[in-house]
């Protein structure tokens, strides 16, 4: 049904104010997306592969067999095959009006930091002009951030992030993959990366790389075998032993993360650009709680409506838990969590609002176990 622009306006004029300040946000994300998008058209794109003639007629021949006649491992062959892109994916193009987006977008996302900002917007910038830059180790305790900002990053290049975990990888198939005519046989996670966001670059994000120090990969120790991922020669003819020939795979933006730099060999940190983060301070925390992780609970659970959260209250959490020793964000951020979902609960059984005061996250710090489980995964 066709709507006038009259009718928009009418409608628009009988919105609460704070439901057009967020038209008016998403209207102006979704203009500078759109303006980058145009930009893109300038942008840089590289060849990572081409497939060999006797591969492409290998996967011909499977082509004509029915799947009941497929062996499962030949299928996942032939579907990465087909799937594997051959060139990287456009870029937004590097200008002034892209660095003060590049900057809004960080200062939205993430809570201070702005020295380990200024260090990547030098990556950020060689990345954009080259199409390549040197691999990274973030290092810093658990819960300072070190996700966040990976994500974070992946908008401003808008590309996607692809988590890998060190201690996995070294136990499973690794960085080169298995070859195809084992049962069990996958491509190494380079090329799963690839395969699974259909681009040849990306945030190639490897977490624990200093727990993987114990673990032998399928060449010897897993971080001799990240020497060649991480050196520009090598990368570029990286053989994967499931497609069975070379792609260059030194388009892909990678980060590792450590708590540990002692346990990372001197050759592989000597291939990157070490970026160290500096314990989260109270008020980094607070400012966390407050513009991050609060608004996005409201927003999951649609209580807006149904909860007030009161600004002193998680000032007051931070200061107890902040006091006691914990600077790990995640902690914080469970007890938040399961305040505000009990909060939920409460409103739901009285259909009523209900503020979260101070109170309820003291009681929330007092019944919480002094030894947590540990959560798997990122931040």
């Not at 900002?149 to 198939?173: C, D, R, S, W, Y």
């Not at 407050?290 to 998680?314: F, G, M, R």
């Not at 931070?318 to 964000?329: A, Q, T």
Request: hydrophobic share 35%; glycine share 6%; charged share 25%.
């Amino acid at each position: 049904m066709y709507t006038s622009k009259e009718d928009i306006i009418e409608r628009l004029s009988n919105l609460p104010q704070d439901k057009l300040v967020e038209l008016l946000r998403i209207y102006e994300a979704e203009q500078s997306k759109l303006k980058l998008a145009e930009a893109n058209k300038d942008g840089l794109v590289f060849d990572i592969c081409s497939i060999p003639p006797e591969v492409q007629n290998e996967v011909s021949l499977y082509d004509k067999c029915k799947d009941s006649q497929l062996a499962a491992h030949n299928k996942k062959w032939v579907e990465t095959i087909k799937a594997l892109p051959t060139k990287t994916t456009y870029l937004p193009k590097l200008d002034k009006d892209y660095l003060e987006y590049a900057h809004e977008v960080w200062k939205e996302q993430v809570s201070g930091l702005e020295e380990i900002y200024d260090k990547l917007l030098l990556h950020i910038v060689q990345y954009l002009r080259t199409g390549r830059t040197r691999p990274i180790i973030m290092a810093g305790a658990p819960g300072c951030g070190k996700t966040r900002v990976m994500l974070t990053l992946g908008e401003i290049l808008e590309m996607p992030v692809h988590f890998a975990n060190a201690v996995q990888m070294a136990k499973g198939n690794g960085l080169t993959g298995s070859s195809k005519t084992y049962v069990s046989a996958c491509p190494g996670e380079p090329i799963e990366a690839m395969v699974r966001h259909k681009r040849g670059n990306l945030i190639f994000a490897i977490d624990e790389i200093d727990k993987a120090m114990h673990y032998a990969g399928h060449g010897g120790d897993f971080q001799d075998e990240l020497l060649n991922l991480t050196s520009d020669e090598t990368a570029k003819y990286h053989k994967d032993n499931f497609i069975g020939f070379p792609v260059d795979t030194s388009h892909l933006f990678i980060i590792m993360t450590a708590n540990d730099l002692d346990s990372i060999s001197e050759p592989l940190k000597s291939r990157c650009d070490v970026i160290n983060f500096p314990e989260p301070t109270k008020e980094m925390i607070t400012d966390i709680m407050t513009k991050h992780t609060v608004p996005k609970l409201l927003d999951t659970l649609k209580c807006h409506e149904y909860l007030i959260v009161n600004s002193t209250a998680i000032s007051d959490m931070v200061s107890v838990l902040f006091k006691s020793g914990i600077r790990d964000v995640r902690k914080f951020q469970n007890i938040v969590e399961g305040v505000i979902n009990s909060a939920f609960l409460k409103s739901l059984g009285t259909d009523a609002c209900v503020e979260v005061t101070s109170d309820a996250f003291l009681r929330a710090i007092d019944e919480t176990p002094h030894q947590e489980q540990r959560r798997i995964g990122f931040y």
